[in-house]
């Protein structure tokens, strides 16, 4: 069984500085990785995926995370936030032939002027 | 309109009470999903179903029935709702090629509270 652990559950900073969300995984088989963003009172949208290839990935709105297999993490980077950043981002791992998604428990990030 | 549409979006009932949430989409994905947000705690699979004859059993699926009424249609029901079932629920959907690659798509929710 696989299992994705976001080491901070909240991350306050101020306006355009940068900021580093991070996520170990465990799992016994190649896995696919995903960074998933909730804006209050919203669903959860695709921010970035890690299937295989480049191990740098690059997702919506300036995000970018590192795939590090020898570290099983997958952090989730933005070199300047902004006020509009402000929500939960969850981490999640599926096992590459496997349907099921795994979610971390989240991270909030509060950007502050 | 959104893609994936939840009713109702806020719902407020007493315990042992029968309550039915719905989902309805227009993507056209063969795969859909509830999930249950607490907070804390991420989300959990409660149920899943990969066409209309094929549902599953997910994570937390005691206290939840639920019904693939047709492709696009997925509700969740609780028989007899109790206060610790009060959560944020999501229906999430998925095409069987992108599933294979993780992609969800989520509707917007549907806040429960058991009192």
């Known amino acids: 069984a696989q299992s994705v652990t976001q080491l901070d559950s909240q991350v306050p900073v101020f306006e355009e500085a940068p900021v580093e969300l991070r996520c170990n995984y465990s799992?016994?088989?190649?896995?696919?990785l995903f960074w998933y963003v909730q804006y209050p009172n919203q669903g959860l949208q695709l921010l970035l995926k890690?299937?295989?290839?480049?191990?740098l990935v690059k997702g919506i709105n300036g995000f970018e995370a590192e795939f590090n297999k020898s570290q099983t993490s997958f952090h989730l980077r933005k070199p300047s936030v902004h006020i509009s950043d402000t929500a939960e981002y969850f981490c999640?791992?599926?096992?590459?032939?496997?349907?099921?998604?795994?979610f971390g428990k989240g991270t909030l990030l509060t950007v502050n002027p | 309109d959104a893609d994936v549409t939840q009713t109702p979006r806020n719902r407020i009932t007493k315990t042992g009470k029968r309550i039915m949430l719905e989902c309805s989409q227009t993507k056209g994905h063969d795969r859909m999903y509830w999930y249950r947000q607490d907070p804390g705690l991420g989300l959990q699979l409660i149920y899943y179903s990969f066409d209309v004859k094929d549902i599953n059993k997910g994570e937390i699926s005691d206290g939840y029935s639920v019904s693939r009424q047709a492709q696009a249609k997925f509700s969740l029901s609780l028989e007899s709702a109790i206060p610790n079932q009060t959560a944020l629920y999501f229906c999430a959907t998925s095409d069987r090629t992108e599933a294979n690659t993780g992609e969800l798509f989520f509707g917007e929710g549907s806040r429960l509270t058991v009192l």
């Open positions: 799992s016994s088989v190649s896995v696919y």
């Open positions: 890690y299937l295989s290839g480049s191990t």
């Open positions: 999640a791992v599926k096992p590459g032939s496997n349907y099921k998604l795994t």
